[in-house]
């Protein structure tokens, strides 16, 4: 495989953004497979399985479209957006369980969401990429979701104690990056408003 060349735009067809479509698509069957059968410890790692690989899609895609210039504004875009359906599911499908409570659900899920509209908000003014502070939010979710999926009444106490410090570190994580992309968006916005001062309202 040989790097792309930086000057030429890349096709929107490339691998890394055929593994964010693979990750939406299986977002239904990781769906499916925590929520069928919950009291079956086998069905909940198969969950926790299609989770982790979906997940580490994510991974990769980024890291091939930054070798081989591959970076697109679909990718930009819906990479995001397919980590958030996944994650979202697999929180909301934890609260269905009553194995994690609404509370922590919703307040991540309205701070997830409502930043991906925003990006689609202010798109007129540039594209706002994941930056470290949300890469490393997303990690620590993963690995929160990815420990209490497998349900943690089957695992013993040191899972669970684990299980619960990176949950409610995710959770924190979420809320402080929140802040930090709402202030990267007024960035973007005075930015584009100071080079074009006659489309300001």
């Known amino acids: ?22 990750r939406l698509v299986m977002v239904p069957l990781f769906a499916w497979l ?13 969950a926790n ?6 997940i580490l899609t994510d991974a990769a895609d980024g890291r091939i479209a930054r070798k081989y ?26 609260s269905i369980l009553a194995e994690l409570p609404w509370w922590i659900t919703i307040l991540i899920l309205v701070r ?12 007129k003014y540039g594209v706002m990429a ?18 209490f999926i497998p349900g943690l009444q089957f695992m013993p106490m040191w899972w669970v104690v684990i299980a619960w410090i990176l949950m409610i ?12 992309y709402l202030r990267e968006a007024s960035r973007l916005r005075n930015s584009y408003l100071a080079e074009h001062p006659k489309e300001e309202s």
């Open 169 to 180: 570190a995710a959770f924190v994580l979420t809320i402080l990056t929140g802040l930090d």
């Open 69 to 94: 210039n591959l970076v697109t504004n679909f990718g930009k875009l819906w990479d995001p957006i397919a980590d958030k359906a996944l994650t979202g599911m697999a929180f909301i499908g934890l």
């Open 130 to 147: 994941a930056n470290r502070g949300g890469k490393l939010k997303t990690v620590v979710q993963s690995v929160a979701l990815a420990m």
């Open 1 to 22: 495989m040989t790097t792309a060349d930086p000057a030429r735009k890349p096709s929107n067809w490339n691998v890394p953004n055929v593994l964010t479509a693979l």
């Open 49 to 54: 399985a299609v989770f982790i690989l979906a």
């Open 34 to 46: 925590l929520l069928a059968y919950p009291a079956d410890p086998a069905m909940r790692w198969w």
């Open 112 to 123: 997830e969401w409502g930043i991906t509209v925003l990006r689609w908000a202010i798109i």
